[in-house]
């Protein structure tokens, strides 16, 4: 690889925030920024991750629900290393199959967690990064952020709440050098849907949509959060990036 394109991708000097970072996609995401460069704070309910974090990375215990606790990580984060330029906003529920009244507690409980609290982290690290010159915020949406799915309406609503968010705060936040983006998944195996990966119904069933014969894996995403984070996506801002196997792409 040429000195130039490695320039592009590389998050050296960089310091990062990952939230949902105690397993799945978001532990992931912890470990593509890390190994591009960047120091990476992962965020997470758990009191610790489900796996070993990467040398240049360290784990926080913080429920995003949490508003004045979200914002004391922030800001120690930024005393200790004078910088924030990376939000990539992991962390969600899925409750489906809810009915009558546990069905709106369940609408409500997703929305505080997959947008509302998503919104609220996007604009206090936007705080500090304005202060350094500008950041990149990368929120992980789904497929289901533009294509209906059954059982499940708070997630689906959440998720195309926060994809519309992105898109407003991509315009808001311009000025101050800060992009917005979404990163998008298909269907990744983590222990969100594992249920569904291993009823061989189900599977196959989700497997016909894909172009590309397989269920992703988190670390599928890597290579499209580091792009979003890097210099490699200086010019790209309020876009939905999907990485789906060609679920949204398929025709018949």
């Given at each position: 690889?040429?000195?130039?394109?490695?320039?592009?991708?590389?998050?050296?000097?960089?310091?990062?925030?990952?939230?949902?970072?105690?397993?799945?996609?978001?532990?992931?995401?912890?470990?593509?920024?890390?190994?591009?460069?960047?120091?990476?704070?992962?965020?997470?309910?758990?009191?610790?991750?489900?796996?070993?974090?990467?040398?240049?990375?360290?784990?926080?215990?913080?429920?995003?629900?949490?508003?004045?606790?979200?914002?004391?990580?922030?800001?120690?984060?930024?005393?200790?290393?004078?910088?924030?330029?990376i939000l990539v906003n992991a962390a969600g529920i899925t409750?489906?199959?809810?009915?009558?009244?546990?069905?709106?507690?369940?609408?409500?409980?997703?929305?505080?967690?997959?947008?509302?609290?998503?919104?609220?982290?996007?604009?206090?690290?936007?705080?500090?990064?304005?202060?350094?010159?500008?950041?990149?915020?990368?929120?992980?949406?789904?497929?289901?952020?533009?294509?209906?799915?059954?059982?499940?309406?708070?997630?689906?609503?959440?998720?195309?709440?926060?994809?519309?968010?992105?898109?407003?705060?991509?315009?808001?936040?311009?000025?101050?050098?800060?992009?917005?983006?979404?990163?998008?998944?298909?269907?990744?195996?983590?222990?969100?849907?594992?249920?569904?990966?291993?009823?061989?119904?189900?599977?196959?069933?989700?497997?016909?949509?894909?172009?590309?014969?397989?269920?992703?894996?988190?670390?599928?995403l890597a290579g499209a959060a580091v792009f979003l984070a890097?210099?490699?996506?200086?010019?790209?801002?309020?876009?939905?990036?999907?990485?789906?196997?060609?679920?949204?792409?398929?025709?018949?």
């Amino acid at each position: 690889m040429s000195d130039y394109l490695q320039r592009l991708f590389d998050l050296r000097g960089k310091v990062a925030l990952v939230t949902g970072a105690s397993r799945g996609i978001g532990a992931a995401l912890v470990h593509a920024l890390t190994g591009a460069g960047a120091y990476v704070v992962g965020l997470g309910r758990s009191n610790s991750p489900s796996g070993r974090f990467p040398d240049g990375a360290e784990y926080r215990q913080c429920n995003i629900l949490d508003a004045g606790l979200f914002e004391s990580v922030c800001a120690s984060v930024v005393e200790d290393k004078s910088r924030l330029d990376i939000l990539v906003n992991a962390a969600g529920i899925t409750l489906p199959k809810s009915q009558g009244a546990e069905a709106i507690d369940g609408f409500n409980r997703t929305l505080a967690t997959n947008l509302e609290a998503a919104h609220r982290c996007c604009q206090v690290a936007a705080v500090y990064m304005k202060r350094t010159g500008g950041g990149s915020i990368v929120n992980i949406t789904s497929i289901g952020s533009v294509l209906g799915f059954p059982d499940n309406p708070a997630y689906v609503a959440s998720k195309g709440g926060l994809r519309l968010l992105t898109k407003a705060l991509a315009m808001d936040f311009a000025a101050d050098r800060i992009r917005v983006n979404n990163l998008a998944p298909g269907y990744i195996r983590t222990e969100m849907t594992e249920a569904s990966f291993e009823d061989p119904v189900r599977h196959a069933e989700r497997l016909q949509h894909m172009i590309i014969k397989r269920w992703g894996m988190p670390e599928d995403l890597a290579g499209a959060a580091v792009f979003l984070a890097s210099e490699a996506s200086a010019y790209v801002t309020g876009i939905d990036l999907f990485v789906d196997g060609g679920w949204t792409a398929k025709g018949l």
